[in-house]
């Protein structure tokens, strides 16, 4: 019995687009070795700007803005990682971080928020959905990239975007 050439053509094209679609998905389930290091605050630009478009009080920017901040990725057990976010006023720490998984966590503001980090591309989202709806919590997503020896953590509020610039430490 002969074999359709077509069918086979069909079902190879079928294999190859399954097989990358996996590696595709599989590629984003780990976080990428650049990533890892402890990487502390050198600049910022427009990040005053910013915190006022979200809406914090003047008080509350100032604390932010003058504040010490380093970040810290490390590896933990299987494809999770550990990550801290250390500050002059209060550190956060997040254990065991599965990409693309939503945990509830401590942010810097104190109340409890729904968290998820995920990659998309070569960049690295964090998502912070505040538990609760009051006080000055608000919903935040940071975009983690590389730009030369920098790590930038960029902001997005109203139209209006702050960055702030890490250095490896």
Do not use: C, Q
Request: net charge neutral.
């Amino acid at each position: 019995p002969s074999v359709d050439p077509r069918l086979t053509m069909r079902l190879l094209l079928s294999s190859l687009v399954l097989l990358s679609l996996g590696l595709a998905i599989s590629a984003n389930t780990v976080l990428p070795e650049k990533f890892y290091g402890k990487f502390t605050l050198d600049h910022s630009e427009n990040f005053d700007e910013y915190l006022e478009a979200k809406g914090y009080s003047w008080f509350t920017r100032k604390l932010v803005t003058l504040a010490t901040f380093e970040k810290v990725f490390t590896k933990g057990a299987g494809n999770t990682f550990d990550y801290e976010n250390l500050t002059t006023k209060k550190n956060v720490a997040y254990k065991g971080v599965t990409l693309g998984k939503e945990f509830t966590g401590e942010g810097l503001d104190s109340n409890e928020h729904k968290v998820t980090f995920y990659m998309k591309g070569d960049k690295l989202f964090e998502k912070h959905v505040p538990v609760k709806a009051d006080g000055e919590a608000k919903e935040e997503e940071y975009e983690y990239y590389f730009d030369g020896e920098f790590l930038v953590v960029r902001m997005e509020a109203n139209k209006v975007v702050g960055k702030r610039f890490y250095k490896r430490v």
